[in-house]
């Protein structure tokens, strides 16, 4: 195996265990952070923590429940019975079990002297599911949980040991799962060659600049009123979720599916930008960053009109300037990510399926996950 095959296996494999023990660390800090709610006597925030991270859990058991079973049939050849993975699933332990199925196919290939190219195009195929499965947790549960912890922090003005902990986990987090969705695009175009590791460190900066401040926006507006944030959420969300029906969503097997998608594909354009359809969408990325700014604009000047109803010592001087530089920055290093680094593939018609693809005979043998392939070609514009 040549040296260079056999590093980026180990790489991969690395980042495999890194993935699965971030979860289970994360997990854990949530729980903890529960507790200590529970026995200081706040259990409302107890409540949404756990709330937040059932509601995120269940979305990923469903998720992974429907694309193994529209998977091809005879492709994960050790899978256990339909009823036993049903039963992982309802215990809530269908990510996990992805993860051990990516850890024992990623050991396999950096094993093998010579992988075969089934393999390694396998060991994709597992990676890109737990991918996308992560980027969901992330804006399900952890960017969630990080604007409550924020405003907790905000309305109390004062920051407890755990409180910094689950911060910096969320922080963590939040920038891993960025740039492994990044990275995890790169294996679906047709010339890698086109996409270096740069382009992924300037992707994952813009989206954390600019995710920071609207999370800064979304929790100075739930310090003040706790009440009202439910229904901004929900009202933005709405509007979001029919924006992403118009454009025709087509990533999950059955209708039903699909509205779970369009859902979280929503509450992700909450938060951040995410592209879902095909075509060029610099028109679209424009309306959902003045539609945003808009909103977060609104949210810190009501928060400004009522700012002495929080408890003092809150560093405003430090909070605003820095959520500001951080918007500026973020916008700039996306403009010069979508001029200079984001690349354009030649995508190939299908004529089977009509997709888009470049491929060989032999490799449309090998395992695809026209899940992902689906959206890198509407991440990555076609020539």
Same mark, same amino acid.
């Given at each position: 195996?040549?040296?260079?095959?056999?590093?980026?296996?180990?790489?991969?494999?690395?980042?495999?265990?890194? #993935?699965?023990?971030?979860?289970?660390?994360?997990?854990?800090?949530?729980?903890?952070?529960?507790?200590?709610?529970?026995?200081?006597?706040?259990?409302?925030?107890?409540?949404?923590?756990?709330?937040?991270?059932?509601?995120?859990?269940?979305?990923?058991?469903?998720? !992974?429940?429907?694309?193994?079973?529209?998977?091809?049939?005879?492709?994960?050849?050790?899978?256990?019975?339909?009823?036993?993975?049903?039963?992982?699933?309802?215990?809530?332990?269908?990510?996990?079990?992805?993860?051990?199925?990516?850890?024992?196919?990623?050991?396999?290939?950096?094993?093998?002297?010579?992988? !075969?190219?089934?393999?390694?195009?396998?060991?994709? /195929?597992?990676?890109?599911?737990?991918?996308?499965?992560?980027?969901?947790?992330?804006?399900?549960?952890?960017?969630?949980?990080?604007?409550?912890?924020?405003?907790?922090?905000?309305?109390?003005?004062?920051?407890?040991?755990?409180?910094?902990?689950?911060?910096?986990?969320?922080?963590?987090?939040?920038?891993?799962?960025?740039?492994?969705?990044?990275?995890?695009?790169?294996? +679906?175009?047709?010339?890698?060659?086109?996409?270096?590791?740069?382009? =992924?460190?300037?992707?994952?900066?813009?989206?954390?600049?600019?995710?920071?401040?609207?999370?800064?926006?979304?929790?100075?507006? =739930?310090?003040? /009123? %706790?009440?009202?944030?439910?229904?901004? /959420?929900?009202?933005?969300?709405?509007?979001?979720?029919?924006?992403?029906?118009?454009?025709?969503?087509?990533?999950?097997?059955?209708?039903?599916?699909?509205?779970?998608?369009?859902?979280?594909?929503?509450?992700?354009?909450?938060? =951040?930008?995410?592209?879902?359809?095909? #075509?060029?969408?610099?028109?679209?990325?424009?309306?959902?960053?003045?539609?945003?700014?808009?909103?977060?604009?609104?949210?810190?000047?009501?928060?400004?009109?009522?700012?002495?109803?929080? %408890? =003092? #010592?809150? %560093?405003?001087?430090?909070?605003?300037?820095?959520? !500001?530089?951080?918007?500026?920055?973020?916008?700039?290093?996306?403009?010069?990510?979508?001029?200079?680094?984001?690349?354009? +593939?030649?995508?190939?018609?299908?004529?089977?399926? #009509?997709?888009?693809?470049?491929?060989? %005979?032999?490799?449309?043998?090998?395992?695809?996950?026209?899940?992902?392939?689906?959206?890198?070609?509407? /991440?990555?514009?076609?020539?």
């Amino acid at each position: 195996m040549p040296w260079s095959l056999h590093a980026k296996l180990l790489t991969d494999l690395i980042l495999v265990v890194w #993935g699965t023990a971030a979860f289970l660390i994360n997990l854990g800090a949530n729980l903890w952070v529960a507790s200590q709610y529970v026995l200081n006597g706040r259990y409302v925030w107890a409540a949404l923590v756990l709330t937040l991270l059932g509601l995120s859990s269940v979305a990923l058991q469903v998720f !992974s429940w429907v694309w193994l079973r529209a998977d091809p049939p005879g492709l994960h050849e050790s899978q256990p019975p339909d009823r036993c993975l049903a039963l992982l699933h309802l215990l809530q332990l269908g990510y996990l079990y992805r993860c051990k199925q990516g850890l024992q196919q990623g050991l396999l290939v950096w094993q093998q002297e010579v992988p !075969s190219e089934f393999d390694l195009a396998y060991a994709d /195929f597992l990676s890109l599911d737990i991918s996308m499965l992560r980027l969901f947790e992330t804006f399900l549960e952890k960017t969630p949980q990080l604007t409550l912890t924020l405003a907790i922090i905000l309305q109390t003005g004062q920051a407890e040991h755990y409180q910094w902990v689950i911060i910096c986990i969320s922080f963590v987090g939040i920038s891993w799962a960025l740039l492994d969705y990044h990275q995890a695009l790169r294996t +679906c175009i047709p010339s890698k060659r086109h996409l270096r590791l740069g382009s =992924s460190v300037i992707y994952f900066l813009w989206n954390l600049l600019l995710l920071w401040p609207r999370v800064l926006a979304v929790a100075l507006f =739930s310090a003040l /009123f %706790p009440r009202y944030v439910a229904l901004h /959420f929900l009202g933005l969300w709405l509007v979001l979720l029919f924006w992403v029906w118009l454009q025709g969503t087509d990533f999950m097997p059955d209708p039903c599916s699909e509205w779970l998608y369009r859902a979280t594909v929503a509450t992700i354009l909450y938060f =951040s930008w995410f592209n879902v359809a095909e #075509g060029h969408s610099r028109g679209r990325a424009t309306i959902h960053l003045v539609f945003l700014l808009s909103d977060s604009v609104l949210l810190v000047v009501t928060w400004l009109t009522h700012i002495a109803w929080l %408890p =003092s #010592g809150i %560093p405003l001087q430090i909070l605003l300037p820095v959520g !500001s530089v951080s918007f500026l920055l973020g916008l700039v290093l996306r403009l010069v990510y979508y001029h200079w680094l984001h690349p354009t +593939c030649h995508w190939e018609s299908d004529e089977v399926d #009509g997709t888009w693809a470049f491929h060989t %005979p032999e490799w449309c043998q090998l395992p695809q996950n026209r899940r992902m392939m689906g959206l890198a070609q509407n /991440f990555f514009p076609k020539t």
